[in-house]
């Protein structure tokens, strides 16, 4: 049927419904003003002279009051506050008429507040009664029995919209909630049963089939807590997308979705200055190296949210170049991009992008990241963590940039492998050139990235799919997470409040054992760690460590305007001569292939930082000299 039909149908079928419940509320008047008993037959027939100019007064006022502008299916609060005010001026109209037209003769003062109460009643209880049929039309029929877990405002509109739509196929059968105030309560005659620790047991009792965990706003450890819960009822259990996402609306049954091994992992959401991030990129032209990457794709999303007067986007592979470029172009149709295929060691290439666009700021996110690969290919690492990142500050230097942030990692943190060592010969070349130099040099220093390229997310995912082994190298090992989105909007406001020669340090909160990743994915996927898919320990691999570290023991850590940024400064910074003098002799081992020198060459460089951190030194010394070729 039309929709306009429709409507106009429903509309009038409610048009008529308010204008039969006027003689039925007028009468029963009459009829209760004498104790349901006989009504005298001349105010029987005055009543009924009267009820033409009644029912006349009364359908005016309905619709002056718009009553058929709200849905039944969806009657509410509002609903009946537009009833209360029609029959008050309706009431208020018909008496006055026909105290106008008879002097209201035949009619008994009581029967004014009775037909108002009576007419309120009949108008807005249909529509009431209406809406709780709708809503429990579910509970006459079948489908999965839901536990939701949360009694907010999260729960109470999945549950609401469960009940509203029968063909959802869900029946919300309680609620559970820590609050002792919610417990015992009903919620659209949903009893809220228990707290959370009640799931197990309630699950048995009440039959339960799926586990819905409405609590956006739970933390990672809230999140483990209740997904332990979950599993030891062994039952399916789903959530609602977070906080942040859910800002932008209201929560529906079309939002249910697995549990993430983000949402276990997840920490606070990151209140971000983001007047400052604008101010500061506003406006601009901002350059990402490797901007087709995980980090660098992410940091392009974010920065086109500040308005840059132009964002360039480098990278040396042509697929993610394409990917980013067209996503980017879907998102933001009005945002000036340049893409630029090149390699950051191609110094003309480089310096032609520099004096052609004049970027502003610059985030290089340009490096090889995987450590085992990396171990054998000591002249790769170097030409490209080192020397690209090289090229690319001497020529922001050149063009005088305003910003340079170098994008680091834990891994430069006392270096067990030849990839960290090479982005701590980064930092340090920034370092170094941030003494001589009007342009802001800054790195950014964090852990792991949860569902990064080549990350040990997606390994884990295939080898689940799969049906295992999840291969994990050791029990014991712990690597420190955050999640692609947080990582850059830090980064960015580390941009914003950096002074140059700075090393920031984002706070990655507790590391996590990487046997308990592999057991929460399996979990995740509805499968049991060591008995549907094994987990197999395969050792360290070359240039693995089992903890990583964030800064150097030598290293000033201080706290800076944002409570998830620290910096590290080192008492003495490096001599741009020496680090100047290191690579050079990097760039002559790359040109004789000599895997040697290229070692002997990094040695020197990641030596040169703080005075104090010997100890650091001889580390690095010793992982470069023992790794083969």
Known sequence: MNPLLDRMRNRSVAFVHD??????????????????????????DGALLALPLVMLAQGFANSVFGLYRGVWRFASLPDLVRILKAVLAGTALAFFALFIFNRMQAVPRSVLPLYLVLQVLLLG????VYRWLKDHRLSLGTGERVLVVGAGQAGEMVARDMLR?????????????????????????????????????????????LILLAIPSASGVQMQRLVALCERAGRPFRTVPPLKELMRGQVNVNQIRPVSIEDLLGRD???LD?????????????LVTGGGGSIGAELCRQIALAGPERLLIADNGEYNLYRIDAELAGRHPDLARVCRLLDVTDATAVEGLFRGERPQIVFHAAAYKHVPLLEGQVRAAVRNNVLGTAVVARTADTFGCERFVLISTDKAVNPASLMGATKRAAEVVCQALATRSATRFAAVRFGNVLDSAGSVVPLFRRQIASGGPVTVTDPEMERFFMTIPEACQLIMQAAAIGEGGEIFVLDMGEPVKIRYLAEQ???LSGRRPGEDIAIEYIGLRPGEK??????????????????????ARCGTQPSWDAVEARLRSCEEAVARCDDFGLRAALIGLVAERCEKAKPESDAANTTLETTDG
């Not at 209880?125 to 009431?128: C, E, S, V, W, Y």
């Not at 089992?546 to 910096?567: G, N, Q």
């Open 19 to 44: 204008l039969l419940m006027v003689p039925v509320a007028w009468l029963l008047a009459y009829w209760l003003r004498f104790n349901l008993g006989e009504i005298p037959p001349e105010l029987r």
């Open 269 to 271: 959401p990151v209140e």
């Open 521 to 523: 994915m399996i979990h």
């Open 165 to 209: 739509d029968h063909h959802l196929g869900y029946l919300p059968v309680a609620f559970v909630d820590d609050k002792p105030r919610r417990q015992g309560a009903e919620i659209h005659g949903i009893p809220v049963r228990g707290s959370t620790e009640d799931i197990p047991a309630l699950v048995q009792e009440l039959e339960v089939d």
């Open 274 to 286: 983001w007047a400052g991030i604008r101010a500061g990129l506003a406006g601009r032209v901002v």
């Open 546 to 567: 089992l903890r990583e570290e964030l800064f150097y023991a030598a290293e000033d850590l201080r706290k800076t305007s944002h409570p998830k940024i620290r910096v």
């Open 125 to 128: 209880g249909p529509r009431l």
